[in-house]
T-cell receptor, first 117, second 111 residues
Framework: GAVVSQHPSRVICKSGTSVKIECRSL??????MFWYRQFPKQSLMLMAT?????????EQGVEKDKFLINHASLTLSTLTVTSAHPEDSSFYIC?????????????FGPGTRLTVL | LAKTTQPISMDSYEGQEVNITCSHN???????ITWYQQFPSQGPRFIIQ???TKVTNEVASLFIPADRKSSTLSLPRVSLSDTAVYYC????????????FGTGTLLAVQP
């Protein structure tokens, strides 16, 4: 149980294009999903908290117009990196929890490696 | 300033017990401490979660002192496949109950 998938696992795009990453909870309904970014040899940095049916809450320093998050259903959240640039190249990871509380256990997806040329 | 710190790296040998500590001085009153294992280019994998005292499951134990300002992940009899980065995840309350991952500990298990 508690399986989270991400698609695609790896994407390479040209600078200026937009990329959409999907995060799905496969065997449970996720009221809350989180999006993280991880640079090489660094820890995970929380980008935003996504609640089903409401606007995402972004962490300080994360541009909400650049990283568009949509949590349209209890099993799917999407992150769109708009007008991607090489500095956006990173490992993007989502997580999902069943309840509303952030103390609930987060289950992570396998990650998406984004490379912007 | 909320901070979650861990040793950068640890070395061990197969069959030994490994203890990894995490410091979280400003942990929120109601928040839990969760530990994850991460292999290169993969998402973190849940290991164990606890609130206070001791928690044990089939793969690890988690020790949390009464003041909850630190926690220790204990891995019994490690094997080569346990070589990975281990993270603690802690909440610090506030309006968004900010969750902060620890700095991560690279555990290298040698034969």
């Amino acid at each position: 149980g508690a399986v989270v998938s991400q698609h695609p696992s790896r994407v390479i795009c040209k600078s200026g294009t937009s990329v959409k990453i999907e995060c799905r909870s496969l065997d449970f309904q996720a009221t809350t999903m989180f999006w993280y970014r991880q640079f090489p040899k660094q820890s995970l940095m929380l980008m935003a908290t996504s609640n089903e049916g409401s606007k995402a809450t972004y962490e300080q320093g994360v541009e909400k117009d650049k990283f568009l998050i949509n949590h349209a259903s209890l099993t799917l959240s999407t992150l769109t990196v708009t007008s991607a640039h090489p500095e956006d190249s990173s490992f993007y990871i989502c997580s999902a929890v069943e309840g509303q509380g952030v103390t609930d256990t987060q289950y992570f997806g396998p990650g998406t490696r984004l490379t912007v040329l | 300033l909320a901070k979650t710190t861990q040793p950068i790296s640890m070395d061990s040998y197969e069959g030994q017990e490994v203890n990894i500590t995490c410091s979280h001085n400003n942990i929120a009153t109601n928040d839990y401490i969760t530990w994850y294992q991460q292999f290169p280019s993969q998402g973190p994998r849940f290991i164990i979660q606890g609130y206070k005292t001791k928690v044990t499951n089939e793969v690890a134990s988690l020790f949390i002192p009464a003041d909850r300002k630190s926690s220790t992940l204990s891995l019994p009899r490690v094997s080569l496949s346990d070589t990975a980065v281990y993270y603690c995840l802690v909440g610090y309350g506030g309006a968004t109950n900010k969750l902060i991952f620890g700095t991560g500990t690279l555990l290298a298990v040698q034969p």
